[in-house]
């Protein structure tokens, strides 16, 4: 990513430099460009997918899903849901100004000139930001977001229609990436290299995800039937290893900046819920069974002695000869998959009362994993046990290695789709949603607060968008306000 941000400041002191004599317009300031090639625009737009989704919403989500615990410092009270507006800032300005704002300047730039595919990709990226942030904050500014010479206090959306108006804007994403008409240069592109037909994919994969957020299942299904394909047309934020340009945002958090801050079990050694799970040593929470081995995942995604936090268990931040974990120095991040597209259409399959087309859909995922794919790199997987055979029928059935509990065999497959989701959207606030989501239902991922006895339901308000914006929602919804798409 440096040579990216490199080449935009070349690029622009070149653009604005190119004046008609040496003299001429010399009092602009080359330091701070008023315009620069749509190219580098949209690069920059995708730079700023990295600390949205990887940033502080993953991190808080994380903590709040069961993923780790805040351990120390200001994380230990996030971690009991002591939050403040403050906190939201920076995340705020980075959805509204890193992404959509500039988002909306490239495309008053290219849709005139009818450069579809391009502006067909900085749609999608809109969506996918405006959607998450719909997830985590309910009502938020939308139709008016960014505009700030015609509306510099934007309205505040309902939840429901900020979802309505995502998925039109996917929609003539599609529209635009179909024509085929101004794939952008090699280069540009630093997600998906530029594939309008990946970009696609992408883009139903999106919209399956927020029909399932706001429970139209069947809309869903149908979207994820066009979704991510294949692993190789799946998206991830790609890393490197310079300090303070290009690495992994939650790496860089929690082993650099805030050393300590994060655990996956408390100073007395409760382990966090997902540690439970994926853990072959924890025999009775462990969800492994005869066709199901979790070693080399656990060992992904976590460390069993930590290294920020001695003797303890903590997220995987290490890149080792034999063991290289999710948090990684230069670990790419997942941003939407094919392990979530095949996984949305088992659930949607099985909500639908379609156990067979659930089960072939779950089973083509774990096909995935038993390839040593998905989350399980080839430096974890070559040096660790993992194996994910087929399931069939009859483990379902009361009394199978997936129903000891005999519960009836459509919610038994239910609950282990849900929990493969968990398992698999680590640190990704869609993991957060689904808990959500599911929080009253019969089956799903099931929490115990961190503190008191209530479970949060939501983000708050960034204190600065409360202060600048009369229009911010007053009373301010609290942390465990409900939000309208799970009343």
Not at 126 to 132: L, S, V
Not at 169 to 194: H, N, Q, Y
Not at 329 to 352: C, G, S
């Amino acid at each position: 990513m440096k040579k990216y941000i490199t080449t935009f400041v070349l690029a622009t002191t070149m653009l604005l430099a190119s004046c008609e004599s040496l003299v001429s317009n010399m009092n602009d300031d080359l330091n701070n460009p008023t315009d620069a090639p749509a190219e580098l625009m949209f690069t920059g737009v995708e730079l700023a997918v990295a600390s949205v989704h990887e940033g502080y919403n993953s991190l808080l989500s994380s903590i709040w899903s069961g993923y780790y615990f805040g351990y120390d410092r200001q994380w230990a009270d996030f971690h009991v849901y002591n939050v403040a507006g403050s906190y939201f800032d920076g995340m705020w300005s980075s959805s509204y100004y890193g992404i959509h704002r500039n988002a909306r300047l490239l495309l008053a730039k290219i849709e005139p000139q009818g450069i579809k595919v391009l502006a067909g990709m900085t749609k999608v990226l809109m969506a996918h930001n405006m959607g998450t942030m719909t997830a985590l904050y309910g009502d938020i500014p939308f139709s008016q977001a960014a505009q700030l010479e015609e509306f510099p206090n934007a309205k505040y959306d309902s939840q429901v229609d900020v979802y309505k108006g995502v998925q039109t804007l996917l929609d003539e994403a599609i529209k635009d990436l179909e024509t085929g008409v101004g794939v952008p240069r090699a280069g540009t592109d630093v997600l998906l290299g530029g594939d309008p037909k990946k970009w696609i994919e992408v883009a139903y994969t999106l919209k399956a995800r927020f029909y399932t957020d706001t429970k139209e299942y069947a809309l869903a299904a149908t979207a994820a039937a066009k979704g991510v394909s294949r692993a190789a047309n799946s998206m991830y934020m790609p890393h490197g290893t310079i300090l303070n340009q290009n690495q992994n945002f939650i790496y860089s958090f929690l082993a650099v900046s805030r050393i300590g801050d994060a655990a996956a079990a408390t100073k007395t050694g409760e382990p966090c819920y997902l540690v439970k799970l994926t853990d072959p040593t924890l025999t009775a929470t462990y969800r492994g069974n005869a066709k199901t081995d979790e070693t080399a995942r656990f060992n992904f995604y976590f460390l069993r002695q930590g290294v920020n936090v001695p003797n303890r268990i903590e997220p995987n931040t290490q890149k080792r000869a034999t063991q290289v974990g999710f948090m990684s120095v230069d670990a790419a991040f997942p941003l939407v998959t094919f392990q979530e597209n095949k996984l949305t259409q088992a659930e949607m399959a099985i909500r639908a009362g379609n156990f067979a087309n659930a089960l072939t859909f779950l089973n083509e995922h774990r096909a995935f994993l038993n390839t040593g794919g998905g989350y399980i790199n080839s430096v974890t997987a070559a040096n660790f046990t993992y194996k994910y055979l087929p399931y069939e029928e009859n483990d379902f059935e009361a009394g199978g290695i997936e129903n000891a509990d005999k519960i009836a065999k459509n919610d038994a497959l239910l609950r282990e789709i849900l929990e493969e989701r968990y398992v698999t959207f680590y640190c990704q606030t869609i993991g957060w949603n689904d808990e959500r989501r599911n929080r009253a239902s019969a089956v799903g991922i099931k929490l115990t607060p961190n503190a008191g006895t209530r479970l949060p339901s939501r983000f708050i308000y960034s204190q600065n968008e409360i202060n600048g914006n009369p229009l911010a929602p007053k009373p301010v919804p609290g942390v465990f306000d409900a939000m309208a798409i799970y009343k």
